[in-house]
C-alpha cells in the first residue's frame, strides 16, 4: 500500500516529462533503461530499434540517458526501504576523461542499497560528504556498526560523523557482497578513457546505480521479474507499458 501511494504521487508529477520530444515516451524509457540495465553501447541501442522499424541515432539515446538516468534514480529513491544496524561502505575507481575517480557506495546487511556518491577525490573530505549524504535521508537511522575494506579515511570519518559512534568493522567477507554491487555498476560503463565529464559520469552513474535499486527489489519478498520492474517504471512516468514494440 505505501509503495503504491509513493508511485501515485510521482505518476502525477510525470506529466510534462516528456514534453516537445519527437518519440513517444515508451521508447524513451525502453532506450534508456535498456542502456542502463544491459551491456548495449548507444550504437547497439541504434540498430536494435531500426531492426524494429524505429530510426533513432545512437545520439539521441546519448541524450535521453543524460536526460532521464538521473530522473529514474530520484523516482526510485523513495522507494528504498529504511536501513538499520549495520551498513557496509567501500568506495571504487571510475576513470573520467582519463583520470580515476572514486565512487562511494553504501548498503545494508541485507545488500538493500542505501546511497552513493562520486567524487574528484579519495580524501577525509569525500568520506565525510558520502557519510552526510548515506544519512541525510534518514537522520534518525545511524547504523550500529559499519563495515569497511580498512583505508584511514573511514576510521576518523565514522567517528567525526556518525551521531552515535558506530563501531568501525574491518572484515574482508563482510565486503563482499557492497564489492559485487561495485562489479554490477561498472561493467557497463565506457572503457578505455572512460566518461567524457564529470557531469556525464555523475548522471549516467546514477542510471546504474538506480538500476541496481530496481533489480533488487527494495527488499520485497516474493518474485520482482523484469516485467515487473518494468511495470514500475513505466506507472512512474504515467505510461501503460515501457516496452510496446
Known amino acids: 500500500m505505501i509503495l503504491n501511494s509513493i508511485a501515485e504521487k510521482l505518476k502525477r508529477q ?3 516529462d516528456f514534453k516537445g520530444r519527437h518519440f513517444e515516451a515508451w521508447l524513451i524509457v525502453q532506450a534508456v533503461t535498456w542502456y542502463l540495465r ?3 553501447s548507444y550504437r547497439d541501442l541504434e540498430e536494435m530499434f531500426r531492426v524494429r522499424g524505429f530510426e533513432v541515432d545512437y545520439s539521441t539515446i546519448n541524450r535521453w540517458v543524460l536526460a532521464y538516468a538521473p530522473v529514474i534514480e530520484k ?4 522507494f528504498r526501504p529504511p536501513h538499520w544496524g549495520s551498513v557496509r561502505v567501500d568506495e571504487t575507481y571510475v576513470k573520467i576523461r582519463g583520470k580515476w575517480r572514486y565512487l562511494y557506495c553504501a548498503v545494508d546487511k541485507h545488500g538493500n542499497p542505501i ?3 562520486l567524487t574528484a577525490k579519495r580524501d577525509l573530505d569525500a568520506a565525510k560528504c558520502s557519510f552526510r ?4 535521508d534518514e537522520p534518525l537511522l545511524s547504523p550500529g556498526k559499519i563495515g569497511a575494506d580498512g583505508p584511514n579515511t573511514f576510521p576518523s570519518t565514522i567517528k567525526t560523523v556518525a551521531d552515535d559512534g558506530p563501531l568501525h568493522l574491518v572484515t574482508k567477507h563482510l565486503q563482499q557482497g557492497i564489492e559485487s554491487d561495485h562489479f554490477r555498476v561498472k561493467k557497463n560503463m565506457p572503457k578505455i578513457s572512460g566518461f567524457k565529464s564529470f557531469r556525464t559520469a555523475c548522471r549516467t552513474i546514477a542510471g546504474f546505480e538506480a538500476m541496481l535499486w530496481l533489480k533488487k527489489g527494495f ?4 518474485d520482482w521479474t523484469v516485467n515487473d520492474q518494468n511495470d514500475l517504471l513505466a506507472h512512474l512516468f504515467g505510461l501503460q507499458k515501457v516496452n510496446k514494440a
Request: without cysteine; charged residues 35%.
Open 75 to 78: 523516482r526510485l529513491r523513495p
Open 14 to 16: 510525470s506529466k510534462d
Open 38 to 40: 544491459y551491456l548495449l
Open 219 to 222: 527488499g520485497l519478498t516474493g
Open 115 to 117: 546511497d552513493f556518491l
Open 133 to 136: 549524504k548515506m544519512l541525510r
